[in-house]
Structures are given as structure tokens and as C-alpha cells.
């Protein structure tokens, strides 16, 4: 078993930023990619960000690059997403899962582990 706790989300402003972390406990969180979804009200949930076990290696939808960066302390157990000039369309419950696997996985269903979610709010 892994447990995923994410912090960091908050009320900002367009043009702010904001840093997401996400703690892992249990097992060893070190060998599975992690990644970042987010959900927005009446919005199926969405990929948005991913980085393999090694930390080498990340991928991201086309709507953040430039702006988010994901990144994780191996030494922490902690993965996270530093998100710059947030725009209205970022507010979502944003989430954590980790993936058993080499690859950084876009598909939520090969995620085996889930956080409980953050709520990131852009006013404009």
C-alpha cells in the first residue's frame, strides 16, 4: 500500500503561483511514477502532469508546459508541482497517484494509488 497526501492548494489570483506536494508513505514509493490529475467542476478528471520513477523523465498536456514543473525528492517521498502564471482555468481538485511501471502513464486507470485531493481556486 501507498498513502498520498497533498497539500499546497489555496485561493490566488491570476498570474500567481502556487506549489503542490504530495507525501507518500507505505511502500516503496520511490519505484513508481507519480502524477498529477486535476478535476474541475461539471469536467471529467484530467491528466496533467507526470514524472517517472527516476525523476528523469516527465511529460505534461500542452495546456501547462512552461508553466508547471513537476519534481520529486526521492529522499522525502515527496513529488511536486510548481505551478507559475495560473490562469482561471486551472481551478480544479488537483490529485496525486502513483503507477507502478517505467513509463510516465497519461491513462488514470494504471494508477494504483490516489491522494484525497487539493483544491486549487483562480480568480481573474
Known amino acids: 500500500q501507498v498513502q498520498l497526501v497533498e497539500s499546497g492548494g489555496g485561493l490566488v489570483q491570476a498570474g500567481d503561483s502556487l506549489r503542490l506536494s504530495c507525501a507518500a508513505s507505505?511502500?516503496?514509493?520511490?519505484?513508481?511514477?507519480a502524477g498529477w490529475f486535476r478535476q474541475a467542476p461539471g469536467k471529467e478528471r484530467e491528466f496533467v502532469t507526470a514524472?517517472?520513477?527516476?525523476?528523469?523523465?516527465?511529460d505534461y498536456i500542452d495546456s501547462v508546459k512552461g508553466r508547471f514543473t513537476i519534481s520529486r525528492d526521492r529522499a522525502k517521498n515527496t513529488v511536486y508541482l510548481q505551478m507559475n502564471s495560473l490562469k482561471s482555468e486551472d481551478t480544479a481538485v488537483y490529485y496525486c497517484?502513483?503507477?507502478?511501471?517505467?513509463?510516465?502513464?497519461?491513462?488514470?486507470?494504471?494508477?494504483?494509488?490516489w491522494g484525497q485531493g487539493t483544491q486549487v481556486t483562480v480568480s481573474s
Open positions: 514524472i517517472d520513477w527516476s525523476g528523469i523523465h516527465t
Open positions: 507505505g511502500r516503496t514509493f520511490s519505484i513508481y511514477a
Open positions: 497517484a502513483a503507477a507502478l511501471g517505467p513509463d510516465t502513464p497519461s491513462d488514470s486507470e494504471k494508477y494504483e494509488y
